[in-house]
């Protein structure tokens, strides 16, 4: 390697007692064990209501399909309350948690500061969130998961959610106070990591986000009580939204270190610029707060200054941050790839990718349909005057199914593959179900989010029990349209198939945890290419063709140990990488042409919506 | 391989590409951008700006904007307002509920609550109303459909909205907000006549 290059040994031990850290076989790094321990727990406590929320999901799914409206109507609106709350804060949240400990403690070498604090913050995280449960599961407070005053609920259900966000609250600053010590000892030799930057973009958010949420919730649940007259229910909208649509931006922020993560675990892929990957997440912190006031973008109270700087201006910025990621993530799976030699024509590195490592589908399925789903939508309906064709719609909860569930939760998913045997020490269990997992999992999804945004268009409302409105008072036939009960079939079909492909994720994930197995080749049956151990000495680049590391291949299944990379055909590929890009080459960047092209048919795919979605608009009747 | 004896794997592996996300990077990881990365953030910016603009330029070339006016007003005065507009325009009744025919052009209360919207509206089609919309109780969703437009509506806030139909027929209007154990009851109608 050319004198530019920078071959760190390992951090030095940390100081403190040296029993408290082992080294993980596979990747080198000293794990502390207090927060292997709170790892291990928040992310278990994290997929039990994952499962629990799935079995809503399925309850919901199956009503909203007409043929089958399997519940009453006091039930339904009770599950949605509880399977919108439970996914997007418990379930979400409580990984988060696990996520922030690993990128501080476990990726900087460094030890938890104030493990006792995490427990803390467990303790309050699932004492307010079995609070609110019960709350919702009595149906004592079904108000939805933006629970809009004046419907009021139990006061239990507002201080369930209070007492679970100062519990994440604490979460986070034995975060912050990880990061920090780690680099006040000297453990973080140059920056962090861009999975830790990642996880402190997404934790500065969390911020803003959990006092935003106890700023709207506080009041609400003194009035719940009684000691307050009324809350006023723009302002709450307003407070709500930032907690509301802030979380979401914190999982987002996530999501692309966890992608970030994916990417390198999987293909061993390095990211291209460094600097614009942190100048994206630098982008979101800046400005896609801002951007929460989208919600209220069809309210009664807003002027359009505020409006158009707040929804518009800064949230584009932040799309920008995610246009950013949309390049450096494939573009570092690509040249990594190529290293590999798999450099032919555009896409081999992208046909030859690793399709049977659940961690690698579960980042190209989640990058696929958050960008181009998911994305494409929020960022259109986050525009002022579209935004009046699908507010309050199914479109709504189709585009938040593609984002949260199609994208953070297929990519937490992804992560968790890897997660749980390495900090846990065990090894995969059903490697099979885990094989297919994300692709039934995100089949249904697709089913799922295409038919509920189809709907959505259709003018289909969300979070309603009874399509045919046969009691109403004033009839309503819009909705036989058979184009609408097709659809609706489709979310129920999707919402089967998703649910499946959620189960086996649970059963990988609590097979893997009773599992009594216990083995050093942890990562057996994962595919963890890290960089190899030591920079590599002259071995002939290898050029293309097969090589003996083919997913799918058995042969290349039985030679990938824990630390395949590190093997004879990781040197090669490192000497490869050597071999094809000259330091200092502003070309040796850009060879990824077949992300060039993916790009661009993604900025085109994304400017067609935009075009449908202002013609679908001027059809309207003239409004203002 | 056994990989247990295998040392630290996560080295920082300096030039291009830079380390892997999940190691320190090279101490210096702010160089150029290579072309590519220049040309990809240059569209994205070009793009973001394109999607500002929209905003500013659509009142100058379409017809659809958000409404913006608003006045705050205590629920009760706004059902008083709104019973006193159904007494003077009242032209019959459909389905227990009045039937409005406002003259053209004018101003037309419309009162959302659990779990109706009132009263009937039987507007002229290309004439402009403006909707004094409300809610006497909760949060509701004033949704007009097969149209499709969709809106807020906050007790305490009259939403004012400019609406100049179309096209003529019967349109549904339905809550789109949930606001209750009865939510999938909450409907309403709007006529459009010539």
Redesign the interface.
Known sequence: ??S???????TPAPAGPAADFRTC?????AVHRPAETLIITNAVTAVVFLAFGGLLALLIGLTRWPAVHLLP??LF?RF?TAHGTTMLVFWILFFEVAGLYFGSAV?LNARLVTPRAGWIAYALMLAGALVTEAAMLTGEA???VTA????KGHPAFYLGLIVFTVGALVAVGVFFATVLRARAEGL????????TYAFLAAAVLAVFTLVSGALALIPTFLWSMGWLPSV???VY?LLFWGFGHGSQQVNLAAMV?VW??L???TV???????????LAFFLYVAFIQLGSIHH?????????SN??MNT??FM??A??GS??HA?SIPS?VE?AQRERGHHRGLFTWLRKAPWSEPGFAALALSLLWFGFVGGVTG?IMG???L???????LFVPGHFHSTVVAGTTVAFMGIAYYLLPLIGQRPLAFPGLARWQPYIYSLGLAVLTGSMMAAG???V???????T?Q?????????E?PRVQLLLAGVGIGAVVAVLGGAMFVAVMLGTLFSHRTT??V?AGLRIA????T?PVTTPPITGGSDPEEPGSEQGRKAQ????S??PAGQAA?AG??AA??????????E?PGT?VL??AF?AW??LM?VVA?SN??K????? | ???????????????????????????V?????????RV??M???I???V??A???I??HV???????E?YRMAPADFKAAAEAFIKEHQVGE????PVVEPEPGGEVYLEAMA???RP?LRLKRGE?YRLYVSST???H?F?I???????????????V??????QTGEY?V????????G???????LIVVD
């Open positions: 390697m050319a530019s290059s920078v071959v760190a040994t390992r076989p596979v990747t080198g790094l109507a006091e609106y949605v990726l079904n108000v939805m809009y005053p004046p419907l973080v030799k140059t920056s962090l990591p861009l999975v006023d229910p723009a909208r270190g970030y993560a990417a390198s675990l061993g892929a390095r990211p291209l610029h460094e600097g614009l990957s942190r209220l973008l069809v309210d009664p109270g807003l002027g359009t409006r158009i518009s201006y584009y910025l799309t920008v246009m950013i390049f570092a040249v960022v525009q002022m005057q935004n009046m064709l699908v507010h309050n719609t268009k259709l003018g409302p969300r979070r309603l029990w009874d399509i409105y009691q109403a008072a004033i009839p309503v036939t819009v909705f349209d050093t080749r990562g890290l960089p190899p151990a920079p140990g824990p630390a395949a590190m093997g490192g990488r050597a890009l000259q330091p200092g080459d502003p070309g040796a960047r850009a990824a060039v790009v661009f900025l994304f400017v935009y202002w608009l001027h309207a009747w003239p409004v203002g | 391989m056994n990989g247990a004896e295998r040392g630290p794997a996560l080295h920082a592996v300096a030039g291009p590409g830079g380390a892997s996300a999940l190691e320190p990077p090279p101490r990881w702010w160089g150029p951008l290579g072309r590519i990365e990809w953030l569209a994205g910016l793009w973001a700006l999607m500002f929209m905003m500013w659509w009142p379409g017809h659809q904007n958000t409404p913006i608003s459909e389905f227990g509920v779990y109706q919207w009937i402009t109780d909760l949060q969703g949704s459909q097969p149209l499709n437009l969709n809106f807020q509506v906050l007790p305490g806030y009259v939403y909205i400019e609406l100049t139909p179309q549904a339905v809550c789109n907000e949930y606001c209750g154990v939510h999938h009851l909450m409907s309403g109608r």
